[in-house]
Structure formats: C-alpha cells, structure tokens
C-alpha cells in the first residue's frame, strides 16, 4: 500500500500497525559527523525491515527524554538499516546522539512524502543543501547513484558554516570520483587554511551548467536559504512544478492530527515535508506564516 499526497508516492506503514507506537530499534553503529552532528544505524529489534522513501522522516524516541522528528539519511535499497543524521541541538537530540551501540530506541514511521529523484530520469538533477539539509538529501542521491545512467547531468552544490561543518566528506568524493556527479561545495567562514570557495551556496546556481527546462532540482537547508535558492532556480528557468523543497516544522503526531506542524493550510506532516515550488512560493513570501 502506498500514499500518494503531494509529489510522491511512498511507503505507507501496515495498516495493523499503530503509528503512535514506537518499533524498538537497537543501535549498532555511532559516528560523529561533525562538532556536534553524529549518524545512527538502526536495525528492528522485530527483525522487520522498514520501507522508506527519499526525503521521509521518523519521529525518534529516547526513552526518558522524549521524541523529536529525524529526516532519514540512509540508503532506500536497505530497508534493514535504518539510518538517521542528528544535529545535538536540544535535550532530546543530545539524548539521541549520546545512545551507544546496543541501546534501543523507539521510532515511528516513516513519515511524509519523498523526493521522488526518479523522475528526473532523462534530463538533468541539481541538488542544492545547506549545512545539515544534505542529510535528507543523502539517500536521493544515494537512489539516483544507483541508476546513475539514466540520467543527465547532475550537480550537487553544498554550502556549510566552515570547513569543519562539512557532512559526509568521504561521500561527497566517491560521488563525484565515482558517478560522475559535479560536486561544489562552499562555506561562509573558511579562515585562512581552506582552499575551496567561500560565500553562499546560492551563489552557485548562476554559475551551475544544466538544462534548465529539463531539470529536477531538489533543496534542503535553512529556510531561507531554501527561499533564495528556490528563487535562484526559478530565475534560471526551472519549472515550479520540478522544483522541489523539503520544509522543516515542529512535528508532534506525525499523521496530521495535532496541527503543531501547520503552514497555512498544508500539515508538513502528511503534505510534505517535500513540497513543490508552486505550492510553497506563495507561502514562503508571508512573514510568519
């Protein structure tokens, strides 16, 4: 059974399954990413795998802290490792980036709508993140590398605070060394040991060379980045309709229920969190919203 709101259809969970009931999951491997961001592997205690689109998210649950929502950073193609990239930025992340291998966690889900990489097939895909944004990213791109003759050129432009901010080095150089994917990265501060490009990651778009027309272009990142990037695409000539986003809002039940995640009339929950272009370009103009 699949959903199908808003621009992606995707793995719905059992319909025996009880969506505010966390699946106990054991960790088996921790990393730190960065400063203060680390990735989990996952894996059921049940044994069951979980299905789950490009661009879904969990709600996480430490036990004795609580839950908060987590974009899915894994490959797709493995349904029995769950993975998640978290930044420690309150009690429940810290709660979650601190669980060691064998600790259990609840998790709920997936949740949400996808990226759907697979209907670029044939034209070009640009995929532009900002700081922690390219984890949700991750396993589009992780798809699309999987069938990466399908499609045309592909650009990956990637803007982090400093060079120490930079996720996944060691991905960013096998996609570019073995997919042939253009891989830019910048950053705001980069002192006077860094040799790449410095300013923002929205800078790049004007210089970026695809087909604009018959491009897919895929944004995660600080809201506002994502608004000046949106609009940066747009202005080059890619179509509203293939110009996808994916918003970040304070998540609760996951299924549209508490309103906590409500951006006028659409729940981010269930409608999103990717939406198009031509439904967030109104919304993301009203202060507040």
């Known amino acids: 059974m699949t959903t199908t709101t808003g621009p992606s259809a995707v793995p719905a969970p059992p319909a025996a399954q009880d969506p505010f009931l966390p699946r106990p999951f054991v960790v088996r491997r921790h990393r730190q990413d960065t400063r203060d961001t680390y990735t989990l592997v996952l894996e059921p205690v049940d044994g069951e795998p979980m299905p789950f689109a490009a661009g879904q998210f969990t709600m ?3 036990f004795g802290a609580g839950e908060a929502p987590i974009s899915i950073s894994g490959d797709p193609a493995r349904p029995d490792l769950l993975e998640h990239t978290i930044r420690d930025v309150g009690a429940v992340t810290h709660a979650l980036v601190h669980a060691s291998p064998g600790d259990v966690l609840g998790i709920r889900g997936p949740f949400g709508t996808g990226w759907e990489v697979g209907t670029g097939a044939g034209g070009d895909v640009v995929f532009v993140a900002g700081g922690i944004g390219l984890a949700p990213l991750r396993p589009a791109i992780l798809e699309l590398c999987a069938t990466r003759a399908a499609f ?3 650009l990956l432009l990637y803007g982090a605070r400093t ?3 930079i996720l996944f ?3 960013l150089r096998r996609w570019a060394a073995d997919h042939g994917i253009d891989v830019q990265v910048t950053v705001d501060n980069g002192q006077h040991a860094w040799r790449g490009r410095v300013g923002l990651v929205t800078q790049l778009v004007a210089r970026g060379g695809f087909d604009a027309a018959n ?4 944004v ?3 809201e506002v980045m994502m608004r000046y990037a949106a609009s940066a695409l747009a202005e080059r000539g890619v179509p509203a309709s293939r110009l996808r986003l994916s918003m ?3 998540m609760k039940c996951g299924v549209g229920l508490c309103g906590h995640c409500q951006l006028r009339e659409v729940f981010l929950c269930v409608d999103g969190p990717v939406l198009t272009y031509d439904v967030l370009e109104p919304l993301m103009a009203r202060a507040e919203l």
């Not at 491009?215 to 895929?218: D, E, P, Q, V």
């Open 60 to 62: 996480m649950h430490a």
């Open 152 to 154: 045309g050129r592909v």
């Open 163 to 165: 060079p120490e901010d």
């Open 169 to 171: 080095g060691d991905d």
């Open 215 to 218: 491009t897919l272009a895929l």
């Open 220 to 222: 995660c990142g600080p």
């Open 248 to 250: 970040e809002r304070n």
